[in-house]
């Protein structure tokens, strides 16, 4: 039996302000299908979305696997980083050699991509920073 929607029915729908499933009212149907929903607790229209939406969290997945980080620093475990170089866009670097960057902290140099750009793995994932300036 396919449900009957009117406009201005009672439908539970993941509110895009409230980040909740809420109470909504039936403000727009297509087709037949609710379309537009208000909010009955913010009274916001937005989208009618039958569930919430399937957004990946962050640091779900590392809960599970590594992250390309931490694999790396598993491997070179016990390494002393006193040798990592200081980042600079001034600097020269080469593939495999140790970073120490000010803000984003000890990083890898994984590949040159240009003669005056690398791509690094640091702590908070792959950037390319640029070198030779
Ligand atoms: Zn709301």
Known sequence: MATTYEVGNDIVSWCTKCKLMLDHKIVALVEGLPKKAKCKTCNGHHNYREKPPEKKAPGTS???KKSEYEVFMAQVEGDDFSGAKK?????????????????????????????????ILFRDGRKRMVQNR
């Open 62 to 64: 590392r809960k599970t």
């Open 87 to 119: 980042y600079s866009i001034k600097g020269n670097f080469k593939e495999n050699q140790m970073v120490d960057h000010a803000t984003f902290g000890i990083g890898f140099i994984l590949t040159v991509l240009e003669r005056n750009k690398v791509e």
